[in-house]
Each structure stands twice: as C-alpha cells, then as structure tokens.
C-alpha cells in the first residue's frame, strides 16, 4: 500500500473507532483486495469501469446459477444474461468438469467484462461435479488437530479452482454448531467450539487465498443454533447480542485479522441484532453495513446467501429482494431471480435517493477490484485437454489420505483393546450393518483372518437372534455400521434393533463399532465399551479405519462436537500405533506414482508374451503399502482374475521366510551358533560326511552339497509311479498327500532323509568348498531347526511367527486350509505327478517331504510376504511381536563370502558395481531377499526402507518356460522402483 493511501486508511479508522460504538470489537487491517500491484490494479479497475453504461456496471453486482448437466435451453438462457446483462458472474452448481470447462470458455467469451466464476465447494468440487473425489467434509476437518493438513488441502483445492477457471469458493462454513439438531449446518460446520473452527477456518481460507482463489467465510452472523433450514423457512436466532459476539462471530473476527476476502450473509432473523419486525439479516443494514461493515471492519467483498431460498424469497418476489439487499449494503447479489427486474428497481432506488449512484460504483469497483486480485485483468482460456487428469492427481489423493487418517477418532476404548494385540489369542469376524463394506472387509484381511457377516439395517428380531448364533464363537466383532444419514429428525438413520443388536453382543464378547457417518449419530451408542468415528462413509475411511484398529497408523483425531455424556468434545486423541504396516498413496512416502505405473506395461508384456498368466506387484516404503496391484488371470485360459488375496507357491522363498526365520530365531536365543556343526546338532550325522559341515557353510551354500538330487525318479519306473511308494487314494500306510489323488507311503520322508544323508560331497577346489546353490541346504537346515525345538518347522513357524503376525495365508500344504480356488496353478506334472497341481507344493522333493520342507512349500500372497519382510527392516519387532535380535537379522543379510553374493540362507545383488544379480540393477548392495523357482521374488532395501513382492506361477503350465528370466521381467520392476524414488 502506498504511503498516501496508508494514511488516508489510517485515518479512516481512527473515525471509525470514534463513531462505531464498539470500539473493543474493531479490528484494524488492510483492505483484502488490494493487489500487490495496486497502481496496475487501480488503472486496470478503471480502465473497465469507465467502459461500462450504468446499466453494464448494474450488472457487475449480480451472479446467477449455471449448471454444466441441464439442456440447451439453460444454455441460451445464461448466455443471453451474459451478454445483455453483463453479469458479474456465474455460480456452477451440479455436471461434469469437462463440459463445466467448456462451457466455461463460452461465457467467458460472451461476457464483455470477465466473470467471476464461483462454486459451493465445501468440501471440494466432487460436491458439484462428477468424476472427482471428496475431499472430508468440515465435521470431519474438525476432528483433525493439525491445522496443516487443512491448509494443504485449502491450496490442494484452489489449484483445481483455477484448472476449471474458478474464482470464488463459497467456503468455509465457520458456524459454531452449538445445536446439535441443527437440520442445515451440522456435519458442515468444523465442531461446537469456537477457538477450534476459527483455527481450522483460518488454515482452510489462507490454503485457498494464498493460492489465488477467494474464500468465503459463512453464514454470517453465524447459523450454528437454528432449528429450521432457511432453504425452506426463516429461522429464528434469540440469543442476545454479547452471546454472538462472544460465540458466533469470533471466528469471523479471527478471519477477517488473517485478510478475508469475503463474507456471505445468511438468511436469518436474530431479534438482538435487529429487530425491525422479522428481517432476514441478509437484508438488514444493521447487520450487513453497522455490524459487519462499520463495527468488525470487514472491508471484503460481501455475498448474500442465495436470493431463492425461502428463508428471504417466501416475503420477498424477485427483483424487489435484490434491491433489499443491495440497501442493506451487500455487494454480490447471488442467484438472483430475475437480473432485468432488479436493475430496473436499483435504477428506481437511485432515482428515489434511497442509495447513491456513487455508493453502487464504489462496490461495483470493489468487485472489480477482486476480479484482478484473481488474475481475471489476464483472463485465458481453460485447457480443457487433460483436464481430469490435471483435477485428479496423485497429490490430490495424497492430501485427502492424510485428512481422513488424521481425523478417524478411537472415542471409547475400554481395557485398552485397541490397537488389537495378540492376534494368535483371538478369533475376528466383521459385520457390516446396512451397506456396503466391502472396501471394509479387505482392509481388515490385511491384518488378520476375518470371517465376514452382512445384515440390513432394521433386519429383524429373528434375523438378529439368528446372526447372534453365528457370532458366538468369536473373540472380537468388528461393526461397520453404514447408511448413516444427515437427518436429526430421522435419528440419524440408526435403527434402535440395530442399537440392541450391539448391546447384545457386547454382553459375549469384545465389539468394536465403528461410526461411518455424521458424529451426531454416536448419541445412540451411548454406553458401548469400543466406539471409533470414521466420520463419513467412503473408500478411504473403509480403507484407513482398520489401520488404525490394528495399529498400522497411530488414531489422531477428537471429537469435534458433545453429543453424550460419554461421548463429548475432546475425546480421543493420541492412540499410539504398533509399527504394522499401513497402506497409503505413493507421494506420502516420497514415490512417484508416474513412475510406478510403468510396472503395468511391464507386467502387460509380461502375460502378452506368456512368461506368465498372471501376477501380485507389492512394494512398501517407510512401512506403508503404496503399490499393490494384480493382473492377468489364475491361467491363460478363461479363469477367474488375480487378485490381492490369490496365494502363490513361493518356492525358494520358503529358504529365508521359513527355515532362515527359525535359524534367526533360535540364534536370537543364544539356542543355536552358526560356527557349530551340524553334527553338534544332529548326533545321526556322526560318521558321516555331513557330521563336520559349519552351519555358516551350509547357510552361505559353501559346504559341498549338491544343487539338488531328484528324489522322485527312485519312485517310478517306466515313468509310472511306483505302487510301493504311491496309491491313487488314502490307505493304511500310505497317507502322506503328495498331490489330489495322489498319497505317498509314511516312511518316504525318511528314506528322502536318508538318500539325503548318503549324498556324495562336491570336490574342494584349492582347499575349500566352492559356492553352489543347493536346495540340500535347507533339507539339513529344517532337520537342525526340528531338533532344537522339539516340533515340526510348519508349527513351530505358524506357532511363532505366522499366527502371531496374523498372516492367515502364509502356510503350508494350503489345500487342508483353504479353497483351492484362490491359489494360483502351477505345472502341469506330466514326469512325475501326472496331473495339474493346484494346492499342493510344485517341487516334487518337497512334494514328496510331505510339503513341508525347508527348501519349498511354503505359500502366501503379497501383503504376508510383506509383512514378513517389514518385520525384518523393524529390525525383528511387528505390532506386538518381538521375535528376533536386529544385530542377528544384520549378521544373516550381510554378504558372507567373497565367493558369492549370498548371505545366510539370504540372496543379495551382485556385488560388483551396477550390477544387481537376481535383483534391479539399481536396489543398493545391503539389499536382501530371494527368488523362487515358480515365479517369485521378494526383497528388503534397509537403506531406504523399501520392499518390494513379485508373485507369479510362471510354471504354468510348463516349466520349462522361462521367458520370465530371460526378459527380465522381475528385475526390471525392481528398477522401476528405484526409478520412483529418484523422482520423487
């Protein structure tokens, strides 16, 4: 501001503090709409306003509805006010954003000075239009202690106003809902106190300002206690004068400090303000010129509430309330009735004294002065090419996570059983109550095993007894309760059977209710020992609400509103997380979405080819889920689709996620040393050629032992079975399932131990023992693990590892444990099996072991391998478990031996420089993981706290494809990864 005009306002206010008899409630700041170019901007102002008529600058001061999903006919109707009229602007309400934009463009071209173009976006415009996500409404922005957040999302939604050409969001609602039957404002309003909606309104308005879009700060004076809607009625606000400054207006005054740029006058009747019979205060110049004007000081530009609602149109025709309100001393008339009629009466009211020709071209320059303020002094075209790509981007969804996540409130938590612990201990089922969770049932199978039950909401009594019986077994239930409406009238949509349904479990066992709707709902579930407000019912919070009832992410939000004794303002708070891994959108963990979507093409080439049918990509940064994708198909003929829950053969990765887990665990103990032998481990080895082989030998491959030894060929002949090894069903004697229809002998596993045991050792080259990679490893590995805990390695791992984790996929022989129809196919066994193998472990050794072995059998999908591998880079700690030591975890991932890359039981890249071996070219050296002969790999980056899941049964049909390998298929999206992160 120049020195002259510093002075000039200066002294305006020290009149204003004179006259306006609340000198306490002044507030002294700068006019909101000078540019920082004010001489640009006042030259511009002028510029236009002198090329106006009376009648052009009439029409400055209006802006009417437009809709981008009505006909023709609405069309020609907006553009003839455009042109005839001069409209100041257009307020968008319901369409699509490519069409918006379009005909954005065409009014804009109409209009002879350019238009403001506004929308009711109170929590993003998916409000109005189609194809674009919520961002959270205010109830939910409430919940949310970091004002941050909602700034960002303020600046996230201003870069989508300006890439659909918008000017004005008519947002935030900085009521003070202190009724909490309160039909119009609730859910949209930011909570009861004022201090929190001033903090919250505050950091939404500076997201949008300071980002070239105008905030709008209503419902002024404040619609927080009403009854009735003023869409339909006038409501009627009898709290006395000191009750509003001190509640409903401090938000506005706490605004108007931080430079807002505009306010919107509601349709209201407050007596204490102005009690000239039943004035709506949208047209009372007590209220819209001595209250807001001249005693707070608010020097913006100032909106009415919409001119059709009934609250100000029910004693007021068209044309006749907009000369109303322009007397009452509003700048904007919005959704005016009826443009020509009301300039005409303005024209009259001009003639008539009753407002001054000079006072109508100070506000029309005032409106002028905001259009340059938002650039519209440089108006372009919007690029409508790309256009939903450019509203929809991978920041955007970044934004809205943290939101959501940040505002899921744990209000009740008797015994602390949230974050949930002991995941072994207890049985889960979920029941969703009238609507769809199923985004809710998937996140919840990510952290344990969940039977799922569906029920309609006012099911009845018998529905309810009958659910009541197949509940009974379980420790936890976890509620979905859906369909929650907005309607106070309507009990919030909450059925009372529904409630005792609730009441009635919770008698047997531990409920946990989550809340996916308006808060004001929870005063039903008054008394509930475990109740968690998600707020508001889509993908998102049915994604992020189980995170935080397992501790993926710490709970963060409070109540916003007091709506019972036990749920009141406040509660909730800090709820400290367990370090189990969260899912989330790449950007908040520094990765490039762009970027990762690459893997598709290399997945795409991948099943074109047929290297593969299908397959899982999981990749987790900083313990979060922010890629997990499935193609293609269980095989290549018509056959259901993978998914996140399809279970592979994970072939060799049984090395390091079974056996090495039980070699770690017992070393973590101090119960086994990698400097022994396995003869100090297994007294049957004494006198053999095995008994003096160092357990660090066999865990690095550098003992001598063969690759591996074909097992199965001394159980056929003439390529048939043996019929003293095999029969086509189970009978005494032959039990031990080696594939459908197909049962081995009980002893073979011990005549395989044996044959293992008389194996031939390779010759030393130069004294030692070379590097071969050998399945027989493990075979002598799973032996020693056995021997030291006294248990087969399939329980002792379910038992400490597996069931604890919550991984209720990651077993062995899954046939006895699941429907085969969600596990991927792998050879078709013409040389040995003689059949499709589905269900049952791929390599015949193992196959023939029993399907437990410690080179092979083991299967799971994606998320529990990623588990398995993030409770590593935890550094041997998971949710609640603690299972082994972080220097044992460093001593067995590190690189062995100069002979190979390998670690204990680990693979690892090449070591030499750009080179990656089995892994990307780019994962750096401290990497670890492995591969699997089926199709599978997995790796753990602690450099960068990356890990990255490739699943596929690339062996089907025939295993001899290998067009996996040679394309390099794996290694490639391993790079891709890397790639991501650079670009960050």
Known sequence: MSKKLTGVFLLCCIAFFFTSGRMDNAILVEDPLIASNEMAQLTWVDSVFEDLTLDQRLGQLFMVAAYSNKDQRHIDEISNLVKSENLGGLIFFQGGPDRQARLTNYYQALSKTPLFIAMDAEWGISMRLDSIPDFPKAMTLGAIQNPDLIYDMGTEMARQFKELGMHINFAPVVDVNSNPDNPVIGYRAFGENKNAVAKRAVAYMKGLQDHGVIANAKHFPGHGDTESDSHYALPVINHPEKRIWDIDLYPYQELIKEDLMSVMVAHLNIPSLDNTGKTPTSLSKKVVTDLLQNRMNFQGLIFTDALNMRGVAQNNAPGVVDVKALLAGNDVLLYSQDVPKAKALIKEAIAEGKISEEEVNRRVKKILRAKYKVGLNNYRPIKTHGLIDRLNTPHTDEVREDLYAEAITVASNKGGLLPFKDLDLKKFASLTIGGDGEDF????????????????????????????????????????????????????????????????????????????????????????????????????????????????????????????????????????????????????????????????????????????????????????????????????????????????????????????????????????????????????????????????????????????????????????????????????????????????????????????????????????????????????????????????????????????????????????????????????????????????????????????????????????????????????????????????????????????????????????????????????????????????????????????????????????????????????????????????
């Open 441 to 984: 049932e998937k996140s919840l199978d990510k952290y344990a095993g969940f039977d799922h039950f569906q029920i309609d909401k006012a099911s009845s009594e018998s529905s309810h007894y009958n659910l009541i019986k197949k509940l009974e077994d379980y420790d936890v239930v976890v509620v979905g309760l859906m369909g929650i409406t907005n309607s106070p009238k309507r009990a919030f949509g909450i059925a009372p059977g529904d409630v005792a349904l609730l009441r009635k479990l919770e008698e047997r066992q531990n409920v946990v209710t989550v809340l996916f709707g308006n808060a004001y709902a929870s005063k039903f579930l008054e008394g509930l020992g475990h109740v968690v407000f998600a707020f508001e019912n889509n993908d998102m919070t049915q994604n992020l609400t189980p995170q935080i009832l397992f501790g993926g992410r710490p709970g963060m939000g409070i109540l916003p509103v007091s709506v019972s004794p036990q749920f009141r303002y406040g509660v909730g708070g800090y709820l400290e997380g367990l370090h189990r891994l969260s899912y989330g959108t790449p950007e908040s963990v520094g990765l490039n979405s762009k970027t990762l979507n690459e893997i598709d093409e290399v997945v795409a080439k991948a099943i074109r080819i047929q290297a593969t049918p299908g397959a899982n990509v999981l990749v987790v940064k900083d313990g979060k889920v922010v890629f997990e994708r499935s193609y293609g198909q269980l095989e290549y003929k018509s056959s259901p689709k993978v998914n996140s829950e399809t279970v592979y053969d994970l072939a060799s990765i049984t090395k390091v996620l079974a056996t090495t887990q039980a070699v770690m665990f017992l070393a973590s103990r101090g119960e086994l040393d990698m400097n022994k032998t396995l003869g100090d481990y297994l007294p049957e080895l004494k006198g053999t050629n095995k008994a003096n082989l160092h357990l660090k030998d066999v865990m690095a491959h550098e003992a001598g032992l063969k690759a591996f030894i074909p097992h199965y060929v001394h159980t056929v002949e003439s390529g048939q079975w043996r019929g003293d090894y095999y029969k086509p069903s189970a009978t005494p004697g032959f039990t031990r399932p080696v594939s459908n229809d197909m049962f081995a002998r009980d002893g073979l596993r011990d005549s395989i131990w044996n044959w293992t045991v008389k194996s031939d050792l390779l010759p030393k080259r130069g004294g030692r023992n070379a590097y071969v990679y050998s399945d027989l490893t493990m075979y002598f590995m799973q032996a020693v693990v056995e021997k030291v805990v006294n248990q087969p390695l399939n329980e002792f791992l379910e038992q400490n590892f597996y069931s604890p984790l919550g991984l209720k996929t990651m077993t062995f022989n899954p046939f006895e444990k699941m429907s085969i129809d969600n596990i991927a196919p792998t050879e078709n066994d013409v040389a040995f099996r003689k059949r499709q193998v589905q269900g049952y472990v791929h390599d015949p050794g193992a196959a023939m072991y029993g399907g437990v072995a410690g080179h092979a059998g083991l299967f799971g999908k994606a998320n529990d391998l990623a588990v398995m591998m993030q409770m590593l880079l935890n550094g041997g700690y998971y949710g609640d478990v603690t299972l082994l030591n972080p220097e044992v975890i460093k001593d067995f991932t590190k690189r062995q031996s100069n002979q190979s890359r390998r670690g204990w039981g680990w693979d690892k890249p090449d070591p030499e420089k750009g080179k990656g071996g089995s892994a990307g070219d780019l994962a750096p050296k401290s990497t670890f993981g492995h591969t699997g002969f089926t199709g599978t790999c997995v790796w753990a980056d602690p450099e960068n706290d990356l890990i990255y899941v490739f699943l596929s049964n690339r062996v089907y049909p025939d295993a001899a494809n290998t067009k996996l390998l040679r394309e390099g298929i794996r290694t490639d999206i391993h790079d891709i990864i890397y790639k991501a992160l650079a670009k960050k």
